[in-house]
T-cell receptor
Framework: ETGVTQSPTHLIKTRGQQVTLRCSSQ?????VSWYQQALGQGPQFIFQ???????GRGNFPPRFSGLQFPNYSSELNVNALELDDSALYLC????????????FGPGTRLTVL | QKEVEQNSGPLSVPEGAIASLNCTYS??????FFWYRQYSGKSPELIMF????GDKEDGRFTAQLNKASQYVSLLIRDSQPSDSATYLC??????????FGPGTSLSVIP
């Protein structure tokens, strides 16, 4: 198991609601990346946080936002939920600037009804 | 647009055979390459990473990288039913962003 944790494990919301997902990075890692994985697809990059700043963003609308805290943990916030937001949300931690690989948490399964 | 492509499969091989998984990428500036295994309902698990052209072996797994052809592959020798999973190719670009392919589903038949 990696040292990356995510909460909650599962979540059910309705359209239009807002959701916050949380991630604690592996010890020593200063970078957190968030991914959305729809059923049967590869993970899609949402954004990355490094030292509390957004450090790159994928093709996701502004209603997807995030934060990184001084201890390098991170939150993903999604406003105005849509049915297509139903997916597995993965966070991965890594050490920026090096060759080290990133390690994934167990994910949060979000269902939007 | 930066892309990572894989054959979606499913790829079926008999137990004990060699499974060959392929991946191509579009960004020539990509520097590191990863193979993840993902079981149904679970998060991706890192199997191997490779940075230099050539082969890298780890147990039953061999990763091969050819930067000139923008091609990376994973060979699984002596395939076992427990290897049945989706295999994700991932590429780290010069800005530390990791882009994933769609994955290849592998089924090892006993």
């Amino acid at each position: 198991e990696t040292g990356v944790t995510q909460s909650p494990t599962h979540l059910i919301k309705t359209r239009g609601q807002q959701v916050t997902l949380r991630c604690s990075s592996q010890s020593g890692h200063n970078t957190v990346s968030w991914y959305q994985q729809a059923l049967g697809q590869g993970p899609q990059f949402i954004f990355q946080y490094y030292r509390e700043e957004e450090n790159g963003r994928g093709n996701f609308p502004p209603r997807f936002s995030g934060l990184q805290f001084p201890n390098y943990s991170s939150e993903l916030n999604v406003n105005a939920l849509e049915l297509d937001d139903s997916a597995l949300y993965l966070c991965a931690s890594s050490l920026a600037g090096g060759w080290l690989e990133q390690f994934f948490g167990p994910g949060t399964r979000l269902t939007v009804l | 647009q930066k892309e990572v492509e894989q054959n979606s499969g499913p790829l079926s091989v008999p137990e004990g055979a060699i499974a060959s998984l392929n991946c191509t990428y579009s960004d020539r500036g990509s520097q590191s390459f990863f193979w993840y295994r993902q079981y149904s309902g679970k998060s991706p698990e890192l199997i191997m990473f490779i940075y230099s052209n050539g082969d890298k072996e780890d147990g039953r797994f061999t990763a091969q990288l050819n930067k000139a052809s923008q091609y990376v592959s994973l060979l699984i020798r002596d395939s076992q039913p427990s290897d049945s999973a989706t295999y994700l190719c991932a590429v780290k670009d010069p800005h530390d962003k990791v882009i994933f392919g769609p994955g290849t589903s592998l089924s090892v038949i006993p």
